[in-house]
């Protein structure tokens, strides 16, 4: 994964959608899952060589600041390493080519298409920074059904193994589709990338490194231990980060092996239950959460690091700064924000990278809509409301020393389900109809008008009605509002719940068919709680707007 000091990416609840408070697609404890990890390489690197071509056979490192936080394997091959600073990097690689890239724009943008593009082949992916996504593809195993009898790719500490029994025919089809959408995302969008295999999300990241560059491993339960033996230190354990080393740390745990070794109990006592078990689990290979399908933003934020800012002046040109940007990308998500923070960091000695602080507040209606509308006094009204939440912050007649001011825009409404894009579209948790084991890939050509429409069946839970309700309530659909009434008489349904599309359109092509009729199925979980309704099916339909 890219590091570019602290403005790698936006929040890490930025793609969380308003859909993850319920769970879709298989058990996540099953041990039968085969989960996909898929990191870009050298990510930056590559979206400028995408964008100028001249670049791909010279050595070329991505600047932030005084760092190179990313560089190609041109100039890797030539002593440049991530993170090395831009003297040592010059000294080593005279012929490096530096490109600025402190502006995230170019990047973001690449990384929202590749999850996109793996979201229309699989509605569970759950994207992880700009240049990872899980990818949960059980389902597409099983449907395949035909047991592989090879595995594409590197198999982890293993030149040769029979895949006719367990999970091991389940991980060599799985490693096929991870071969087949690798393919995808670089005849696409240009873009290499590696591949791991396994039966959970954090076993999938850790082996997915192991050959680099675009290439893919697939691990196997019995190497299990032998992949988290082989760790070393807890840093390298995802989910530790370096707060929690620094506690591990003072109970004279070192390595993934201490923490194996460690006492559950004391564990618990440190951290309490909760946190304790899921330590203990991760240094086991053990991780059962879901893939969690990413959606629009809940939230947008830019932010900027540098050495000193040491003036109330400085503090609101580097603002307003930010909030140009930011601005510029709130008009283009289209949604009004609700809620405005500020973090900033102050230096410290001790504790140089770990020490932030925010004030939030909400956004007067008039400023939102200023914001959305592109008016050209939204950032001074912004700049405005910044520094009051400052000067809770800092005192600005005493001396002060920032090393790091983030604006961020929270509390951003649901996206509507007809966004094109598909982020937080309802249309992103819909199984394509094609079948994987009759074409590897779906094709992704365009539907006529004339097709037939689409049939879809909704278990749904109060979750999910008040997500879906809210989503087309605001297009002012009386068609929606008598559906969505009927369903809400249905009353509750189990914990779990699925959206299906039986013969849907080709994913584009539903989103430009304005004209189309929906036949609509609501249909019942079978452990919903009571009476009669158990038994109710009604058939609505609606005209989409």
Same mark, same amino acid.
């Given at each position: 994964?890219?590091?570019?000091?602290?403005?790698?990416?936006?929040?890490?609840?930025?793609? %969380?959608?308003?859909?993850?408070?319920?769970?879709?697609?298989?058990?996540?404890?099953?041990?039968?899952?085969?989960?996909?990890?898929?990191?870009?390489? #050298?990510?930056?690197?590559?979206?400028?060589?995408?964008?100028?071509?001249?670049?791909?056979?010279?050595?070329?490192?991505?600047?932030?600041?005084?760092?190179?936080?990313?560089?190609?394997?041109?100039?890797?091959?030539?002593?440049?390493?991530?993170?090395?600073?831009?003297?040592?990097?010059?000294?080593?690689?005279?012929?490096?080519?530096?490109?600025?890239?402190?502006?995230?724009?170019?990047?973001?943008?690449?990384?929202?298409?590749?999850?996109?593009?793996?979201?229309?082949?699989?509605?569970?992916?759950?994207?992880?920074?700009?240049?990872?996504?899980?990818?949960?593809?059980?389902?597409?195993?099983?449907?395949?059904?035909?047991?592989?009898?090879?595995?594409?790719?590197?198999?982890?500490?293993?030149?040769?193994?029979?895949?006719?029994?367990?999970?091991?025919?389940?991980?060599?089809?799985?490693?096929?589709?991870?071969?087949?959408?690798?393919?995808?995302?670089?005849?696409?969008?240009?873009?290499?990338?590696?591949?791991?295999?396994?039966?959970?999300?954090?076993?999938?990241?850790?082996?997915?490194?192991?050959?680099?560059?675009?290439?893919?491993?697939?691990?196997?339960?019995?190497?299990?231990?032998?992949?988290?033996?082989?760790?070393?230190?807890?840093?390298?354990?995802?989910?530790?980060?370096?707060?929690?080393?620094?506690?591990?740390? /003072?109970?004279?745990?070192?390595?993934?092996?201490?923490?194996?070794?460690?006492?559950?109990?004391?564990?618990?006592?440190?951290?309490? @239950?909760?946190?304790?078990?899921? =330590?203990?689990?991760?240094?086991?290979?053990?991780?059962?959460?879901?893939?969690?399908?990413?959606?629009?933003?809940?939230?947008?934020?830019?932010?900027?690091?540098?050495?000193?800012?040491?003036?109330?002046?400085?503090?609101?040109?580097?603002?307003?700064?930010?909030?140009?940007?930011?601005?510029?990308?709130?008009?283009?998500?289209?949604?009004?924000?609700?809620?405005?923070?500020?973090? =900033?960091?102050?230096?410290?000695?001790?504790?140089?990278?770990?020490?932030?602080?925010?004030?939030?507040?909400?956004?007067?209606?008039?400023?939102?809509?200023?914001?959305?509308?592109?008016?050209?006094?939204?950032?001074?009204?912004?700049?405005?409301? @910044?520094?009051?939440?400052?000067?809770?912050?800092?005192?600005?007649?005493?001396?002060?020393?920032?090393?790091?001011?983030?604006?961020?825009?929270?509390?951003?409404?649901?996206?509507?389900?007809?966004? /094109?894009?598909?982020?937080?579209?309802?249309?992103?948790?819909?199984?394509?109809?094609?079948?994987?084991?009759?074409?590897?890939?779906?094709?992704?050509?365009?539907?006529?008008?004339?097709?037939?429409?689409?049939?879809?069946?909704?278990?749904?839970?109060?979750?999910?009605?008040?997500?879906?309700?809210?989503?087309?309530?605001?297009?002012?659909?009386?068609?929606?509002?008598?559906?969505?009434?009927?369903?809400?008489?249905?009353?509750?349904?189990?914990?779990?719940?699925?959206?299906?599309?039986?013969?849907?359109?080709?994913? %584009?092509?539903?989103?430009? #068919?304005?004209?189309?009729?929906?036949?609509?199925?609501?249909?019942?979980? %079978?452990?919903?709680?009571?009476?009669?309704?158990?038994?109710?099916?009604?058939?609505?339909?609606?005209?989409?707007?």
């Amino acid at each position: 994964m890219e590091n570019s000091d602290d403005n790698n990416d936006e929040d890490e609840t930025e793609w %969380k959608t308003s859909f993850t408070d319920f769970t879709v697609g298989p058990n996540p404890t099953s041990p039968h899952r085969v989960i996909l990890h898929f990191d870009l390489d #050298c990510f930056y690197a590559q979206v400028e060589m995408i964008r100028n071509p001249a670049l791909r056979n010279v050595p070329l490192g991505i600047q932030q600041k005084y760092i190179v936080v990313t560089c190609n394997y041109v100039a890797r091959e030539q002593g440049v390493t991530k993170l090395m600073s831009v003297v040592d990097a010059q000294e080593k690689c005279p012929q490096l080519v530096l490109v600025k890239g402190e502006d995230l724009t170019h990047y973001r943008d690449m990384s929202y298409k590749v999850t996109e593009l793996l979201m229309s082949y699989c509605h569970l992916v759950e994207r992880l920074g700009f240049d990872e996504n899980y990818v949960d593809v059980t389902e597409m195993v099983e449907k395949r059904l035909t047991h592989c009898s090879s595995f594409e790719g590197h198999v982890y500490n293993r030149s040769g193994v029979e895949t006719n029994t367990g999970d091991h025919w389940r991980l060599a089809v799985g490693s096929h589709i991870a071969a087949e959408l690798r393919t995808v995302i670089c005849s696409t969008l240009g873009l290499t990338g590696c591949a791991g295999v396994a039966t959970n999300k954090l076993l999938a990241k850790l082996v997915s490194g192991t050959f680099k560059p675009n290439q893919q491993t697939t691990l196997l339960p019995q190497d299990v231990d032998h992949i988290m033996g082989h760790l070393g230190s807890l840093r390298r354990l995802p989910g530790v980060g370096h707060q929690t080393s620094k506690r591990l740390q /003072a109970l004279g745990l070192v390595t993934v092996q201490d923490l194996q070794l460690f006492p559950l109990a004391d564990l618990v006592k440190e951290f309490g @239950a909760h946190t304790g078990q899921r =330590l203990k689990n991760l240094s086991l290979g053990v991780d059962d959460s879901p893939v969690v399908p990413t959606g629009a933003p809940q939230s947008l934020s830019d932010e900027d690091s540098f050495k000193k800012i040491s003036t109330t002046r400085e503090v609101v040109e580097k603002t307003q700064d930010l909030l140009t940007i930011l601005v510029e990308r709130m008009q283009k998500d289209g949604r009004q924000p609700h809620t405005f923070r500020l973090t =900033l960091r102050r230096y410290s000695a001790d504790n140089k990278w770990f020490s932030r602080e925010s004030r939030q507040c909400p956004i007067p209606n008039h400023i939102g809509q200023k914001v959305v509308s592109g008016s050209t006094d939204a950032t001074a009204h912004l700049v405005t409301m @910044a520094m009051k939440l400052f000067n809770k912050m800092v005192d600005g007649s005493a001396a002060f020393h920032l090393t790091l001011l983030n604006v961020c825009f929270t509390n951003l409404p649901p996206a509507r389900g007809t966004v /094109a894009s598909g982020k937080g579209a309802i249309t992103s948790f819909f199984t394509l109809g094609s079948s994987p084991r009759n074409s590897p890939i779906p094709s992704q050509t365009n539907v006529p008008a004339h097709s037939h429409p689409i049939s879809l069946t909704l278990i749904l839970t109060p979750h999910l009605f008040k997500s879906i309700q809210t989503l087309f309530i605001k297009r002012n659909s009386l068609n929606c509002l008598l559906l969505f009434k009927t369903i809400g008489t249905l009353g509750t349904v189990g914990p779990y719940c699925l959206i299906q599309a039986q013969k849907i359109l080709r994913r %584009k092509a539903s989103l430009v #068919c304005t004209e189309r009729r929906l036949n609509v199925r609501i249909l019942h979980n %079978k452990d919903m709680d009571n009476n009669k309704t158990h038994q109710k099916l009604i058939s609505l339909t609606r005209v989409l707007n």
